[in-house]
């Protein structure tokens, strides 16, 4: 006997004990109200034959009330409560098993004692845990993909400079690749450090009073080399003096990756755009390129971890920084959007709170 029946086999017991106590106790007060009724008012004598026929006739209808009780409540339990409780059950240790796919069906039965409340919450966890493990996997695969290719370059061009007589400048540029997909690892690894805090912990903005010019400054000087290097023309208009009240450690990492972006992807002779407006207490910043661009679908997709606009790969990156990026204007409550088209270039226009 399995032990879900032994649990019914003892509530059914339990059950009718609990039934034949409460039978037993009423009608015996019943009975004794009704004698005693009759022998005050119609003066009819008890004899002890009379008792005893009385006390085997109370204990038969005690017994077959309770029989009957018994079975009719359980039939009630077993379709309005049994039922769906092992629904649930079966429910629940497929979840334990991994499959997040189960759903249970509410029903008009179900609607009794709460079931169906319970079991519309029950799909809905289900369904959020199934949406969390598919971002899970797709977080892993990514994860492993990104961290492969460095350490695949790092490993053949390693190898290439244990060859004997090699000529230094061959030496001189594997030793460039091994440099730069070091530092393309180790970017990876300090971003996925810094959206896991972002994403799992409770963060509270440290609000202080800043110069929000002097960082724009400050974020557009880190990439001097590389728009002297592409020629890209750059057009800066930032009033001086701007002070805003916020975190400027989580500001600085929205600006050095907009910014980053839009250096990446301009080509040689491009135009990028940095500019600071403020309006009543909202000051919004505009970083503007001339790049690739994106299409209304890639759009969509733009702030989702590991998702890459340019499939291609002409352009790397490991697509964590506009999600970085999202995840802080999120916390601090402010907006971010978007346009873009293919062939001409994207702006990005953040929207902050917080200027005095």
């Keep these: 006997m399995s032990g879900r029946w032994k649990h019914h086999l003892k509530n059914g017991i339990i059950s009718f004990f609990v039934f034949f106590i409460l039978v037993t106790f009423v009608v015996t007060c019943c009975f004794v109200l009704f004698l005693t009724t009759m022998q005050d008012n119609l003066t009819i004598p008890l004899t002890e034959m009379h008792l005893q026929l009385a006390a085997k006739l109370t204990f038969g209808n005690i017994l077959l009330l309770s029989l009957l009780f018994s079975t009719v409540d359980g039939v009630r339990r077993h379709f309005t409560v049994d039922i769906p409780v092992n629904k649930i059950l079966t429910a629940t240790d497929k979840v334990m098993q991994g499959d997040f796919t189960v759903r249970i069906q509410e029903s008009k039965r179900n609607s ?167 309006e009543d207490h909202f000051a919004e910043v505009t970083v503007s390129d001339t790049g690739c661009g994106m299409t209304a679908e890639q759009g969509r997709h733009i702030f989702e971890k590991f998702y890459q606009a340019d499939t291609s790969h002409a352009v790397r990156g490991n697509g964590l920084g506009l999600a970085l990026v999202k995840r802080v204007v999120d916390i601090t409550g402010s907006t971010i959007s978007v346009q873009s088209t293919p062939g001409k270039g994207s702006t990005f226009t953040v929207r902050m709170g917080g200027v005095l």
């Design 112 to 278: 009794m004692y709460g079931f169906n409340r319970i079991i519309h919450n029950f799909n809905a966890m289900t369904a959020e845990l199934s949406g969390t493990e598919t971002l899970r996997t797709d977080f892993i695969a990514n994860v492993s993909h990104e961290l492969k290719t460095p350490l695949t370059v790092i490993q053949n061009y390693g190898t290439l400079l244990q060859q004997p007589g090699l000529a230094e400048d061959d030496r001189t540029e594997y030793a460039r690749v091994i440099t730069a997909s070091s530092r393309r690892l180790a970017e990876l690894i300090s971003n996925i450090l810094k959206l896991n805090r972002l994403e799992n912990q409770q963060i509270f903005p440290e609000a202080e009073e800043y110069d929000l010019s002097e960082q724009l400054c400050r974020s557009i000087l880190l990439f001097e080399e590389i728009w002297e290097k592409k020629d890209i023309d750059l057009d800066v208009q930032i009033p001086d003096g701007i002070r805003v009240k916020s975190d400027p450690d989580l500001w600085e990492l929205v600006w050095n990756n907009l910014l980053s972006n839009a250096m990446k992807f301009t080509p040689e002779g491009g135009h990028v755009s940095l500019r600071l407006t403020v």
